[in-house]
């Protein structure tokens, strides 16, 4: 799949990866997706994300991150023989 900036074509899994890993400023700020936790919140209002996930339909690959995408590395997996 062919890759470029954000703004001047296609979007590919880079772009929509650094999207996940993109904080609008502090860890904490709100409308980010990576969102860190919080132990001075109470567990309801604790938010945190577990995985960051892109699903690339055109290459039948699958890229993922066990836990914060802005520290975790992405680890790509290719679903080609589960798709038939
Ligand atoms: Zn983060």
């Known amino acids: 799949m062919a890759e470029r900036s954000v703004g001047t074509?296609?979007?590919?899994?880079?772009?929509?990866?650094?999207a996940l890993r993109a904080h609008a400023g502090a860890p904490q700020t709100e409308g980010?997706?990576?969102?860190?936790?919080?132990?001075?919140?109470p567990p309801e209002a604790d938010y945190v994300t577990v995985?960051?996930?892109?699903?690339?339909?055109?290459?039948?690959?699958?890229?993922?991150?066990?836990?914060?995408?802005?520290t975790a590395p992405f680890t790509t997996l290719?679903?080609?023989?589960?798709?038939?």
Not at 33 to 38: E, K, N, R
Not at 51 to 70: M, Q, R
Not at 78 to 84: C, E, H, I, P, W
């Open 9 to 18: 074509g296609p979007i590919g899994t880079r772009e929509i990866e650094s």
């Open 32 to 41: 980010s997706v990576c969102v860190h936790g919080d132990p001075s919140e």
């Open 51 to 70: 995985a960051g996930i892109v699903v690339d339909v055109t290459t039948g690959t699958l890229h993922l991150t066990h836990g914060n995408p802005c």
């Open 78 to 84: 290719d679903l080609r023989s589960l798709l038939g």
